[in-house]
């Protein structure tokens, strides 16, 4: 399925990094128009390092939602959200908005927070809410970009599998392409059509889902072995077995 379908974007042995530093040497792969692909591999693996490399080539076509948020504590869901959309409006549109909300802006907004469960906090300020209630803010604002492609780092990490599970479905439902990182390879297998894998610097993992075991993705995590080691990144994601 997932060869017949147009590539957005080809990696073709790019070395991707930070300034000098190269963390995924050589790099090959293609995203391809309609894929769901799930980005797997230890921390410091490089899995923000190839998100951010495919939204500076993919540009305005794709929605971000970053690992750390990059929410405004101080200032109201609705607020925050808004903010997917800032560069969008003139800059007495934005000032006029943070006095007095604009009423289709709130509207779509509002609509966004109802489907995320966070019904009745438009107003509250994101530093008084829980992690897994900013998470879904952080969603609300990438959904609100309105884009044709997304991409997220962890965004379905701090909250527990069945929220996990419809937070993809609402991120789907307005998205036909995605790359997300994550760390729940049971997610990875059942709600994907396709895997990446990192490991030591390399994709050593780029299959379709339905291809692939959990054995195959448990080998992307040295201490897979290793019961202490191996529980906790999925006690954080609240996935893994
Ligand atoms: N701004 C930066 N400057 C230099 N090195 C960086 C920078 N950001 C990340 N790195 C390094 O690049 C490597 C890959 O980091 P990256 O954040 O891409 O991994 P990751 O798989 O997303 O990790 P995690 O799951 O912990 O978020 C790490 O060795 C990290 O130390």
Known sequence: MGD????????????LGHGDRVVLPGLRLTLRQGER???LGPSGAGKSTLLGALRGRLGDTAAWCPQQHGLVPQLAVYHNVYMGRLAEHSALANLWNLVRPLARPWRQVAELCDALGLEGLMRRPVGQLSGGQRQRVAIARALYQQRALFLGDEPVASVDPHQALRLLALIDARHATSVIALHQRELALTHFDRVWGLRDGRLVIDASARDLTLADLDALYPDAGNPVASASPGDEAGGRP
Not at 8 to 15: A, E, I, K, N, P
Request: hydrophobic share 45%; charged share 35%; glycine share 0%.
């Open 37 to 39: 692909v799930a980005l």
């Open 4 to 15: 017949s379908r147009r590539p957005l974007l080809c990696l073709d042995d790019v070395d």
